[in-house]
């Protein structure tokens, strides 16, 4: 993201222009790197969101809600002590500097004071600090007195501003002049190193609007003309930054730096969201997977035990049959297989403390015991594996998942089976359920669920003569399309189909196998897990996975 001094001039003017003359009504400091200022404005109330994180350090204007901290850190409590009710002065920018400079008017019952509070915007070491006629009155990130830093910053010391860089300043035209006498290769790269305020980002801008024979007057011009074009500029049909002016082509035009950073942002809190949210319920789900894979584990090497069940019931009959020839004390005997066609013999092991009779209890006690053994495992076998099947078609609507809205009802089911904590435990209200994915394909309604519980909200609300799809062979969300009983044209079934296909953890292949029915035809057994049918009076298509995304109504 383009946080140099070329785009932070911009976004310090706006700010300036909407919130000078505001007053503060309340301070939030939701983690440790991000400062929330909630302002009173002549046009209404304004959030300005400062976050101070190393990757995406930013001043900007917010309308997202988040929990509020139980307890504020003591930087917060600072702020407020000093700032409650204060009237912004101005905000502005240090020349060609990332620092950001916000005056405050502080009244109290017995005096006005002003304050500035100093907004660093410096990637690892951004910093907030405030101070009063240029002393420290605390810090976001202090530096203790016995630290090995250039610069000191902890409450009672003079504020220092951090080193400046030794660049040519954008606004010195003849010192511009002089450096690209000597300018060659890589202008982008060149116009970084050598002028202030400019980040590899914007300088590939500035090379890309001149060409290749930029001048020192191009650079000056582009810096100091004010031009301003906002913008958020797209890479794989995602976005991938935010800019005050761009040559790109592929782009997303805004009014405002403020609301192109804004709208940057957004996206990319929603996108990190997302992942994480996604991360932590994959990660509740496997722990879950690998036990089940253990203890089936388990099971198969007792089943494997089991076996020989049967050669110890033979060898139980045989020394029964043939009690009178074995002689007591012996370790073993062999005896003719009467149960082998060609009449070969067996040799059975004996415990030589046992008589003929006792040893033959011993044999068929074990076979008894393996019997009920592998009756018992079988069971747990099947059970296991049919919770394995259903925390794999949880991983595939995980997966297949595209925004938070379709993780909502995941979550709840992984809550129900205990895998994560309910987050709504507790809350007098309850969110209401997500809409399913709608379509909108050759005149019907098609529909499709986002998760097992959905799938199953889903097959309730169909009518009995909807279509009903579902992959073959595949977890996947349950398609239905609405026709009222009526016929549905091939292209209309083909393309739900594709949905189904897409929305399945066979998304990756080609030629996935659908099936499809009158939901009439599809039932749902009791006391069974959520998303999981029968259905019968089916017929079979090939589809390619495709998300219909033009068709789409609801996401």
Known sequence: MPQDAFTIKYVADELNGRLAGGKISKIVQYDRDSLTFIIYT??????????????????????????VPR?????CMLLRKHLANAEILKIAQ????????????????????????????????????????????????????????????????????????????????????EAFKYASGDMAAFISQKVKGVAYSTALDIAETYGENITAKDVHSYICGGQCSPCVTFADGEPSDFKARCAS????????????????????????????????????????????????????????????????????????????????????????????????????????????????????????KLKRTQESVTAQKTEAAERLDYLKSIEAHICSAENLTDLGGTAEELAAIGLIKDESKGKKTKSAPAPFREFEIGGFRVLAGRNNM???????????????????????????????????????????????????????????????????????PPASNAGFVIYTDYKTVLAEPDSHIAECKEL
């Not at 304004?46 to 001043?59: E, F, G, N, Q, Y």
């Not at 307890?71 to 930087?75: I, L």
């Open 94 to 177: 240090l020349p060609f500097e990332r620092v950001v400079t916000v005056d405050f008017l502080c009244t109290s019952e017995f005096e006005k004071l002003e304050m500035r509070l100093y907004v660093e915007l410096m990637g690892k070491y951004s910093n907030a600090v405030l101070t009063q006629n240029g002393v420290i009155l605390g810090a976001l990130k202090t530096t203790a007195i016995g630290e090995n830093t250039k610069r000191v910053l902890f409450s009672g010391v003079k504020y220092v501003l951090p080193e400046p860089q030794d660049k040519i300043s954008p606004d010195d035209l003849g010192a511009l002049e």
């Open 249 to 368: 082509q592929i782009k997303r035009d805004y009014p405002t730096v403020l609301e192109a950073q804004t709208a940057y942002y957004d996206y990319v809190y929603a996108k990190q969201t997302f992942t994480e949210a996604q991360k932590k319920l994959l990660s509740a789900l496997a722990g879950a997977q690998k036990k089940i894979e253990k203890r089936l584990q388990i099971i198969h090497s007792k089943l494997s035990e089991c076996l020989g069940a049967e050669d110890i019931k033979l060898k139980g009959e045989l020394i029964t049959a043939y009690m009178y020839a074995i002689p007591r004390g012996t370790d073993s005997f062999e005896v003719v297989n009467y149960y082998d066609e060609k009449g070969g013999k067996i040799k059975i092991a004996l415990d030589k403390t046992l008589s003929p009779a006792q040893n033959a209890q011993r044999y068929y006690k074990r076979y008894a």
């Open 454 to 524: 959905q799938n199953d909200r889903l097959l309730k609300a169909a009518s009995g003569s909807d279509i009903w799809l579902h992959t073959q062979g595949y977890h996947s969300a349950h398609v239905v399309i609405a026709c009222g009983g009526g016929g549905v044209p091939e292209k209309v079934l083909l393309a739900a189909a594709e949905i189904c296909a897409y929305y399945s953890d066979g998304r990756g292949g080609t030629k996935i196998p659908v099936d499809y029915t009158r939901r009439k035809y599809v039932k749902k």
């Open 42 to 67: 002549r046009n209404g109330t304004v959030k300005l969101d400062i976050c101070l994180s190393a990757r995406a350090c930013r001043m900007s204007l917010t309308d997202g809600e988040r929990p």
């Open 71 to 75: 307890t504020a850190p003591a930087f």
